[in-house]
């Protein structure tokens, strides 16, 4: 396989590539200026959630050089038999990024999705982050409103 086909290979984490997924999650947060606990916390908190069977993560690449992940989450809903699915994070190595990587990683999400019987994925986007709609318009994933473009809000609150 030459070098691009091995970085855009994808697999399911478990809970051995905990430091892998913490780490990438850290420099995504990190580059898009997000506040984010250090490495080794994410790493900790991955170690737990990569054994549930209502989290799953994508790997790209491998454990020495990963290319990308993707982080979903399933839950209950009362539209379908089987869970909804959330895409939380996709983040692509950023040098490597118009390889096809994020398309790879996007399609086994899809793919593990459908296998543990979700019948739809929400991906929240910000209004303003253009590439990343139209990334995701060109892979089947429309607005909520098809051709209608608003800001959705999200509430939070720490405890």
């Known amino acids: ?48 959630l990569l054994g549930r069977d209502d989290v799953i993560v994508m790997l790209s690449g491998d454990t020495e050089a990963p290319t990308g992940f993707a982080f979903l989450t399933l839950r209950p809903t009362p539209y379908y038999v089987g869970p909804l699915a959330q895409l939380e994070e996709l983040y692509v190595v950023p040098p490597l990024r118009n390889g096809g990587i994020g398309t790879a990683l996007l399609s086994a999400s899809v793919e593990a999705v459908s296998r543990a019987g979700s019948q739809e994925m929400h991906i929240g986007v910000d209004e303003v982050d253009v590439d990343t709609r139209r990334f995701y318009e060109r892979h089947g994933f429309v607005n909520i409103e098809a051709g209608a473009d608003y800001r959705m809000l999200l509430y939070t609150r720490e405890f």
């Open 1 to 48: 396989m030459n070098e691009a086909g091995a970085s855009r290979a994808v697999r399911r984490a478990g809970p051995a590539d905990a430091a892998v997924v913490g780490r990438l999650l850290f420099d995504f947060n990190t580059e898009f200026e997000a506040a984010t606990p250090d490495s080794d916390a994410l790493s900790a908190r991955f170690r737990e």
